[in-house]
């Protein structure tokens, strides 16, 4: 890379972290090009973005940004993980890092507040803001559902005593 071509990739990195929810700093330790692919594929499924950054340029980047204090964990062969939900780049980097060992989960950050590794596990563990939507939308829906089936089962008795009747007649 070029001066140019640097400056233009912090430019770039340092948009984006303006704008997301959390950052995952992970290390590679000797990723093949396979599960690279892979691991940016299940980041695109979660909504989450991949990037393997040299460490000074992301150093450059972090600057102005809420995320200046996991400069400490940019040491060695580091990668980024981000996205907009604070959960869905931990949750993806956490599982994929259950099921290959050459990746490690090193800390990241959620706005201003630095997370080390058993605090991204920890982020990773909590339900995705889609999970929490449709377990408010089944909370709210619930009484609802209750307050019918408690109406219509007058009706469903005295239906069901017509009915007997009707039988007994017919018998």
């Given at each position: ?34 599960q690279?692919?892979?691991l ?59 099921t ?27 339900p ?36 007997a ?7």
């Amino acid at each position: 890379m070029d001066r140019s071509q640097k400056a233009d990739a912090v430019a770039q990195l340092n948009d984006i972290l303006k704008e997301v929810g959390v950052v995952v700093v992970t290390r590679n330790l000797g990723m093949s090009v396979d599960q690279s692919t892979e691991l940016r594929n299940k980041m695109r499924e979660a909504g989450a973005s991949y990037k393997v950054a040299k460490n000074r340029l992301a150093k450059l980047a972090l600057k102005d940004t809420d995320y200046t204090g996991i400069e400490e964990y940019l040491t060695g062969p580091t990668g980024l993980a981000w996205s907009d939900d604070p959960v869905a780049a931990a949750k993806a980097a956490v599982n994929f890092a259950k099921t290959n060992d050459r990746l490690e989960i090193v800390g990241g950050s959620m706005g201003a507040i630095v997370l080390d590794e058993a605090g991204v596990k920890a982020l990773a563990a909590m339900p995705s803001l889609d999970e929490l939507r449709g377990k408010i939308v089944g909370l709210v829906n619930a009484p609802a559902t209750k307050v019918a089936q408690v109406v219509n089962a007058p009706a469903a008795k005295l239906a069901r005593v017509f009915g007997a009747y009707g039988a007994k007649d017919a018998a």
